[in-house]
């Protein structure tokens, strides 16, 4: 089993900055993807920003130039550095990673519980 711990969530004022941390524990061989997705109310959970073992790096085109999105292998944690904030940006933050657990395990998505992040206007 892999756990995922998030922190950082909380109030922000609209144009203040807020950072986002995950790190997975537990049956890792090695995680391919790590990444962010977000939930407003009554909304679909969309992609916030993804990051490859590689170091290849996608954003949604909303947060794109004010979201920098980091990972540290090594650690098998990534963050989630948020800037210019809007009211848009609300929601739950949950952290996802795709998981081998060992050399001959099929990748396996985990999730975590999810960090709530509010704007204030």
């Known amino acids: 089993q892999v756990h995922l711990k998030e922190s950082g969530g909380g109030l922000v004022q609209a144009g203040g900055s807020l950072r986002l941390s995950c790190a997975a524990s537990g049956s890792i061989f090695n995680i391919r993807d790590m990444g962010w997705h977000r939930q407003a109310p009554g909304k679909k959970r969309e992609l916030v920003a993804r990051v490859t073992a590689g170091g290849d790096i996608k954003y949604a085109d909303s947060v794109k130039g004010r979201f920098t999105i980091a990972r540290h292998n090594a650690e098998n944690t990534v963050s989630l550095e948020m800037n210019s904030l809007k009211s848009e940006d609300q929601g739950v933050y949950y952290c996802?990673?795709?998981?081998?657990?060992?050399?001959?395990?099929?990748?396996?998505?985990?999730w975590g519980q999810g960090t709530q992040v509010t704007v204030s206007s």
């Open positions: 996802i990673a795709t998981v081998v657990e060992g050399l001959w395990s099929a990748a396996k998505d985990y």
